[in-house]
């Protein structure tokens, strides 16, 4: 019988500094009242100048190798789901790389904006399942305060910085993971963006007076393909899982916004305990959500031996995923 791949160790790690929606005030036309209702965010983790995507990332991989046992020599490859890398070139898996001295893994980055990590969690499933001696670090980690327009209050009350990591390894028992669904809609890509610092588009006065080095966000429209994607990609991997929404012990769901995860509770008719929420801690973090929500459930005890466990993300390109789990 093919052996799943299980989570052997979680961590995470977010910036020191913390700025409120109080802070934000003082900054922008907004209120606290306005952010905490449409939103759910009361505060998010913001890095400072010098720290970078990739010391979040590998302070975090430290954590998960930790709480594993695990020896950094002994990873064989690492993936890191981002969408704001320290660089272009290098990955930012090869500066987790060098940061752990995990001299024997491979190393990747994987570019599927807020479901990155559920991406990278995938591909290091299909690579234990060849292989269940093979130990992967899978990791969500961004720093996208750099790539927020601190002028647009429809989008800088929203986004954050963090990482999150789990160490993926062959299962012993009948835990791990069960399914995996990725799914893409490139045909609305021009909803949810950052256009330029790619190749496109040339860094000039006429980029930087767009503002193209910044996320640029139809708030609505995302929100309208978000709450759809994600509660079909929730029925689609639960149904390949072979589970009715009784069976769910605990949902974490991308944490973009609080009424995107009430939408999700009532229409997959669960109690508000089997839904984790800590987008009011840590704002929208992309790719870094999930690990970060998983690491904090993990180490806060809510995740039981036996337990099944659905994750869901969604974000630009459009790109969505799911992932069943038993703990
Ligand atoms: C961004 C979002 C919170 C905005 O909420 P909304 O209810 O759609 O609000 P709207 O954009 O319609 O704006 C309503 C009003 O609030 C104003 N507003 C926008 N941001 C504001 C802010 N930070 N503070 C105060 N007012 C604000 C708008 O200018 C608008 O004013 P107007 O009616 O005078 O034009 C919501 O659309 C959303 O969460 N979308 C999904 C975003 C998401 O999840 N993205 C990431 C996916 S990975």
Not at 184 to 198: E, P
Not at 263 to 283: A, C, T
Request: glycine share 8%; with cysteine; aromatic share 6%.
């Amino acid at each position: 019988m093919i052996k799943r791949s299980k989570i052997a160790g979680t961590g995470s790690c977010v910036p020191v500094k913390v700025l409120t929606n109080k802070d934000l005030e003082s900054m922008i036309d907004t209120s606290d009242e306005w952010i905490t209702t449409r939103t759910g965010i009361r505060q998010r983790h913001i890095a400072e100048p010098d720290e970078n995507n990739s010391d979040l990332a590998a302070e975090a991989a430290r954590r998960a190798l930790s709480m594993a046992g695990v020896d950094a020599a002994d990873v064989d490859l690492i993936i890191v789901g981002t969408l704001t890398p320290d660089m272009p070139m290098p990955s930012v898996a090869c500066l987790v790389q060098k940061a752990l001295g995990a001299w024997n893994a491979g190393a990747f980055d994987v570019s599927a904006t807020c479901s990155g990590f559920l991406y990278s969690l995938s591909i290091a499933d299909k690579f234990v399942k060849e292989n269940p001696a093979m130990k992967i670090l899978a990791i969500g980690s961004e720093v996208l305060s750099r790539r927020t327009n601190w002028q647009d209050r429809t989008t800088c009350v929203l986004f954050a910085d963090g990482a999150g990591a789990a160490l993926v390894t062959g299962s012993d028992d009948q835990s791990g993971l069960i399914s995996t669904c990725l799914h893409a809609d490139g045909k609305v890509w021009d909803l949810l963006t950052i256009r330029g610092l790619g190749t496109a588009y040339p860094v000039d006065q006429d980029l930087l007076s767009k503002g193209w080095q910044y996320i640029e966000m139809k708030g609505r429209d995302v929100f309208k393909h978000a709450v759809k994607a994600l509660e079909s990609v929730a029925n689609e991997c639960m149904e390949r899982a072979g589970w009715n929404n009784d069976d769910l012990d605990l949902l974490i769901a991308h944490q973009a916004n609080i009424r995107i995860l009430d939408f999700l509770r009532e229409r997959l008719n669960l109690p508000s305990e089997k839904v984790f929420i800590n987008i009011d801690k840590y704002g929208n973090t992309s790719a870094a959500s999930i690990p970060i929500a998983l690491d904090e459930a993990n180490r806060g005890g809510r995740l039981k031996k036996g337990d099944n466990i659905l994750l869901i993300s969604f974000g630009g390109g459009f790109t969505w995923a799911g992932v069943t789990m038993r703990w």
